[in-house]
């Protein structure tokens, strides 16, 4: 599964999988430095319901997970909201790099969003499925929602930014036709 990092790398947001593995009634977790904040999450849903099945806490794991996506979208829309008010005062190339950061770190998101949606489907057409209880296939189905909600919000996010960076090449290639124009007036007019 998909987990989002906290800290940004090379000026965008990436993710790593993150390894679940259920055996004899035990669940066991395979992460990395940067997935590590995950167990913190774990040991969280275990202290507000120690009692709960494997299954239980896995899919209340991989809701908080999908969860965590969000503030990520959101803090990228922010970012793309004051950077379009930057281009629309001046474009640079500081500017323009900071608009390609945040789509490359988007491609990353969605990537991850959507790989952990269809992993959750996966589930559902196992036959474990047919072993869970009702609880616990409703947990499944509420994962499944929010991972959803997060492909979507990825994807919007996306598509707003392309459409953005669109306008802004769209803009640039104006510009030099406008001065390839001059230059070619004013090169006839000093032939």
């Known amino acids: 599964f998909n987990v989002p990092h906290r800290e940004k790398v090379e000026n965008h947001y990436e993710a790593s999988p993150m390894t679940f593995i259920i055996k004899e009634g035990r669940l066991f977790t395979f992460t990395t430095a940067r997935t590590q904040y995950v167990h913190e999450l774990m040991e969280s849903l275990l202290h507000k319901n120690s009692r709960q099945s494997e299954y239980s806490l896995l899919f209340h794991t991989l809701f908080v997970i999908s969860d965590a996506f969000f503030p990520l979208i959101e803090e990228v829309n922010s970012q793309r909201s004051r950077l379009n008010q930057r281009l629309r005062e001046k474009t640079t190339n500081k500017n323009l790099i900071a608009m390609s950061d945040l789509e490359i770190g988007l491609v990353y998101l969605v990537s991850a969003t959507k790989q952990n949606a269809v992993l959750l489907h996966q589930i559902q057409a196992q ?50 036709n406008d001065t390839m124009k001059f230059l070619t007036v004013w090169s006839l007019l000093l032939t």
């Open 127 to 176: 036959s474990i499925y047919h072993r869970l209880q009702e609880n616990e296939k409703e947990q499944l189905e509420d994962a499944l929602i929010e991972a959803k909600q997060a492909v979507e919000m990825t994807q919007l996010a996306s598509q707003v930014l392309e459409q953005l960076s669109g306008a802004y090449n769209n803009l640039l290639n104006n510009n030099l």
